[in-house]
């Protein structure tokens, strides 16, 4: 079954410091999700994407952050300037239509572990 | 904002039990999902439901979307070690972001 994928696994950087984090979404798919959870909480939207560009994004996603899809296959999450708070995981999610009107539930990745020290 | 409170937080069941867990809100939504998280792990699909009221099973799951579109349940018959894990509800409502709900973890005593 296709699967969504995410580099790397796990990412350790300085606070300060950019980080990148890369996802390839399930090839068919049209529509592109970022999710946050940190450590023992629920998992929080961060963006959505489609048609290379942004359709929604949440209180957390400020400057901070940007999101892009550089070619057709990868999307990735950029966070300048990191925090300590931006600890947690990341979660990229796609789908082929957006519910709830398209019966296209979203479908996650096993996400990236960013850790700022 | 929207919120989704899922009950029970955690549960410890002996395996072979049932299970039932339950998310509502006070906001409608119009599509309900259940994911299941293992550790180091992302969300896993395990049922969606788009209409008030419909009841779909998935193996031993069955999830219903609750007639007045604030709440949802899973339930789980006859459980075995692997259903191990945090089951989060989500809901979609007027846009197309998922609201997933608190979780509730499930450990199985063999």
């Known amino acids: 079954e296709p699967e969504v994928t995410q580099t790397p696994s796990h990412q350790v950087t300085q606070m300060g410091q950019e980080v990148i984090l890369r996802c390839v979404p399930i090839s068919n798919h049209l529509y592109f999700y970022w999710y946050r959870q940190i450590l023992g909480q629920k998992v929080e939207f961060l963006v959505s994407f489609y048609n290379n560009e942004i359709s929604e994004k949440s209180e957390i996603f400020d400057d901070q952050f940007s999101v892009e899809r550089p070619d057709g296959s990868n999307f990735t999450l950029k966070i300048r300037s990191t925090k300590l708070e931006d600890s947690a995981m990341y979660f990229c999610?796609?789908?082929?239509?957006?519910?709830?009107?398209?019966?296209?539930?979203?479908?996650f990745g096993d996400g990236t572990r960013l850790s700022i020290l | 904002g929207q919120q989704l409170n899922q009950s029970p937080q955690s549960m410890f069941i002996q395996e072979g039990e049932d299970v039932s867990m339950n998310c509502t809100s006070s906001?409608?939504?119009?599509?309900w999902l259940w994911y299941k998280q293992e550790p180091g792990e992302g969300p896993v699909l395990l049922i969606a439901?788009?209409?008030?009221?419909e009841l779909t099973s998935n193996g031993r799951l069955t999830a219903q979307f609750g007639i007045t579109r604030k709440d949802s349940f899973l339930n789980i018959s006859a459980s075995i070690p692997s259903d191990v894990g945090i089951y989060f509800c989500a809901g979609v409502s007027g846009t197309y972001k998922y609201i997933f709900g608190t979780g509730t973890r499930l450990k199985v005593l063999a």
């Open positions: 906001s409608i939504f119009n599509t």
């Open positions: 999610a796609s789908s082929h239509g957006q519910d709830p009107y398209s019966n296209q539930p979203q479908h």
């Open positions: 439901l788009y209409k008030a009221g």
